[in-house]
């Protein structure tokens, strides 16, 4: 007989140093799907895996729906060519987002370095007008 190892929420929450609510959540977004035994949840290594997915795509900047998109796929299909095209496709569009805010960052980090630059310009000739 075989034993598989389960976990509690509260084992789940601290290992990913989330809270419980947080893992309710995903739960309630149908990203998980604990067992249950009363009132209280039963997780097993899959719950387990999944919930490092979801956090990793969320560290990402992967939407809950664009997971659960990816685990539906899985889940039909665990070889699927589909999942990996998609998932290479929502990489795609994500490196494409972050560039354009790269680049936004960039412009609007030389406004701030011109406009810090004038502030000390006319900063010094205020202090010098007092001086004289």
Known sequence: MTTTTTYSIGELAK???????????????????????????????????????????????????ETKTLFNLYDSDQNSKSQNQLVLEMITDKRAVLNQQLEDIRMLMTELDDLEERCRAELEQQLRGKLA
């Open 15 to 65: 290992e990913f140093d989330i809270t419980p609510r947080s893992i309710r959540f995903y739960e309630e977004q149908g990203l998980l799907e604990p067992e249950r035994n009363g009132q209280v949840r039963i997780y097993h290594n899959k719950d387990r895996v999944r919930l490092k997915l979801i956090l990793r795509g969320k560290r990402l900047g992967f939407s809950l729906a």
